[in-house]
């Protein structure tokens, strides 16, 4: 079973950037479509984006589109997510996971999650 770990995480002004990293454990990583989630207190956890096996093909919600850039590398095991022109309603934890066989938007179609990591974007 794979392991996630996020990193990347922090402190931004509105307007910035931050690039965020989750790293698999295991030898198996390119056999899993990867996606970005994230969840601000009090709400439920929103479908970002994600990308299958490799990386030829992306999705991204409405609220994130041409802002958010995900990517893979999967000879380094690892997922991204490229953040840019931030707003202080991006604050949230952001966690990546994984999943097989389809791609889905909702939390329930992924089966492996990282820990999360958390963003603040200050007004």
């Known amino acids: 079973q794979v392991q996630l770990v996020e990193s990347g995480g922090g402190l931004v002004q509105a307007g910035g950037s931050l690039r965020l990293s989750c790293a698999a454990s295991g030898r198996t990583f390119s056999s899993y479509i990867m996606g970005w989630f994230r969840q601000a207190p009090g709400k439920e956890r929103d479908f970002l984006a994600a990308i299958t096996w490799s990386g030829s093909t992306t999705y991204y919600a409405d609220s994130v589109k041409g802002r958010f850039t995900i990517s893979r590398d999967n000879a380094k095991n690892t997922a991204y997510l490229q953040m840019n022109s931030l707003k202080p309603e991006d604050t949230a934890v952001y966690s990546c996971?994984?999943?097989?066989?389809?791609?889905?938007?909702?939390?329930?179609?992924?089966?492996?999650w990282g820990q999360g990591t958390q963003v603040t974007v200050s007004s």
């Open positions: 996971a994984a999943a097989s066989g389809y791609i889905g938007h909702y939390p329930g179609a992924y089966h492996t």
